[in-house]
C-alpha cells in the first residue's frame, strides 16, 4: 500500500498520464479530400452553367434540329469530308423545319447552324467525362468523404438523364409539322439544367466548411429566413420554366409594348378555343401573360423576403438576401428590355445567363439562413 503524497508533489516521470481529450473529434475520422472534390464541384459547375448558355444560342439560332440523330459515341465526330457534310444536310432536307422554313439554305448556312448544335452536344459529353474521371478517380483513391458517395453519383444520374431528356426533346421537332422542339419538353430540358446546378452549388458550399463548423452553426440557423428562401426559389424555378414555353414558341417577339399587351391589359388573342389546354403551350400571347404576371408575383414576394432577411442579426445572410434581391431587380427591368427590343438573342441570352446568377445567389442566402457564418457579437 502506497504511502501519503504531498498535494505539492509532482508526478513522477514513470506513470502513467491522462492526456487532455483534443478538439476537431467531428473531423477526426476520415475527411476524404473536401477541398478537391469541392475545385471538382466548381469546374462541373462553371460547364453547366457554360452549357446552359451554349443551349440557349442553340435555341436563339434555330440550331437545335440541325442534327437529326442520336449518337452519343460515335456523334462526337462531326463530318469530316464533302460526302459526310452532304449525308448530314440531306438528313435536315428531310424534316419539317427545312422543309417549311429553311428550304433553300445553302450548304455554308447549314454548317453554322450544324456546329452550333454539335458544339452544344459536344459539351455534354465533356460535361459527362469531367464528371466520370473525378468520381471514378475520387472513389478508387478513396478520397471522397464520408457520406459523399451517394451524393455525387446522384449528379451523373442526373446528367445521364439530362442527354436523354435533351434527345426526346429534339425528337419532337422532326415529325409532323413542327418548326421547332415541343415547348413543354424544352421546358423540362432547361428545368433539369438548372436542379443540377443548384445540386452542384448546393454541395460546393456545404463542402467549402468543415462538418464540424457546419454543426455548430446549425445551431444558429435562422427557419423562417430558410423556409422563405426555399419558396423564392422554388417560385423562381417556376418563373424560369415558363419563360422556357415562351422561349419555344418565340412568344416573347410577338407583343412588344409594355406595361400593356398591343394596348390592353389582355392580349387580343388571350384564348384560343380550337387549342384548349394547349393555350398555355401554344398561345404566345397567353403564354408570355402569364410570364408577366409570374414576374410581378415573384417581384412582391421577393420584396417581402428582402424586407425579412434585413432583419437577420447576420451580416452575411443579410448581404446574401440583398445580392439576390439586386439580381431579382435587374432581371425583371432586363425582361421588360428583351421584349420591348424584340427579343435579340444579345439580349435574350444575357437574360437567360442571369436567370442562372439569380438562381444561386438565392440558394446561396438560403444556405446562410441554414448555416449562418460566425462573426463577432462586437460588430
Known amino acids: 500500500m502506497s504511502g501519503k503524497r504531498s498535494i505539492f508533489e509532482d508526478v513522477s516521470e514513470g506513470e502513467a498520464r491522462t492526456e487532455a481529450p483534443k478538439g476537431g473529434m467531428i473531423d477526426a475520422g476520415r475527411r476524404g479530400a473536401r477541398g478537391a472534390v469541392r475545385a471538382w464541384l466548381m469546374v462541373l459547375f462553371a460547364l453547366v452553367v457554360v452549357m446552359i448558355a451554349v443551349g440557349g444560342l442553340t435555341r436563339l439560332t434555330d440550331s437545335g434540329l440541325s442534327i437529326t440523330e442520336w449518337r452519343p459515341v460515335t456523334g462526337a465526330l462531326p463530318p469530316m469530308s464533302a460526302a459526310e457534310w452532304e449525308s448530314e444536310f440531306e438528313k435536315y432536307r428531310q424534316i419539317p423545319e427545312y422543309q417549311l422554313q429553311n428550304k433553300g439554305m445553302s450548304m455554308s448556312e447549314f454548317k453554322v447552324i450544324y456546329w452550333w448544335e454539335w458544339g452544344h452536344r459536344q459539351l455534354g459529353r465533356v460535361i459527362g467525362l469531367v464528371w466520370a474521371v473525378g468520381f471514378f478517380g475520387f472513389l478508387a483513391t478513396r478520397r471522397i468523404p464520408p457520406g459523399w458517395t451517394g451524393r455525387l453519383f446522384f449528379l451523373g444520374v442526373l446528367g445521364g438523364a439530362q442527354g436523354a431528356i435533351g434527345w426526346w426533346m429534339v425528337s419532337s421537332g422532326l415529325e409532323g409539322e413542327m418548326l421547332d422542339v415541343a415547348s413543354y419538353r424544352l421546358a423540362t430540358h432547361l428545368g433539369l439544367a438548372f436542379?443540377?446546378?443548384?445540386?452542384?452549388?448546393?454541395?460546393?458550399?456545404?463542402l467549402g466548411r468543415e462538418e464540424r463548423d457546419l454543426m455548430q452553426a446549425r445551431r444558429a440557423r435562422e427557419p423562417k429566413l430558410f423556409g422563405l428562401s426555399t419558396g423564392w426559389l422554388h417560385f423562381a424555378f417556376v418563373q424560369i420554366l415558363i419563360g422556357a414555353l415562351v422561349a419555344g414558341i418565340d412568344a416573347g417577339r410577338t407583343y412588344t409594348d409594355w406595361p400593356l399587351m398591343a394596348g390592353g391589359f389582355l392580349p387580343p388573342d388571350f384564348w384560343i378555343p380550337e387549342l384548349g389546354w394547349r393555350n398555355f403551350f401554344e398561345n404566345p400571347g397567353l403564354v408570355q401573360f402569364v410570364h408577366r404576371m409570374v414576374g410581378y408575383a415573384l417581384l412582391a414576394f421577393a420584396v417581402?423576403?428582402?424586407?425579412k432577411g434585413r432583419r437577420s442579426a447576420n451580416r452575411a445572410t443579410t448581404a446574401a438576401f440583398t445580392a439576390a434581391f439586386i439580381a431579382m431587380i435587374a432581371?425583371?427591368?432586363?425582361g421588360i428590355v428583351t421584349v420591348i427590343y424584340i427579343a435579340?438573342?444579345?439580349?435574350?441570352?444575357v437574360h437567360q445567363v442571369l436567370a442562372v446568377v439569380l438562381w444561386v445567389l438565392i440558394l446561396r442566402a438560403r444556405f446562410l439562413s441554414q448555416y449562418p457564418l460566425a462573426q463577432s457579437i462586437r460588430g
Request: no cysteine.
Open 304 to 307: 417581402m423576403v428582402w424586407l
Open 344 to 349: 435579340p438573342w444579345q439580349i435574350a441570352i
Open 331 to 334: 432581371q425583371v427591368i432586363l
Open 195 to 206: 436542379v443540377i446546378l443548384g445540386f452542384i452549388a448546393w454541395y460546393a458550399m456545404l
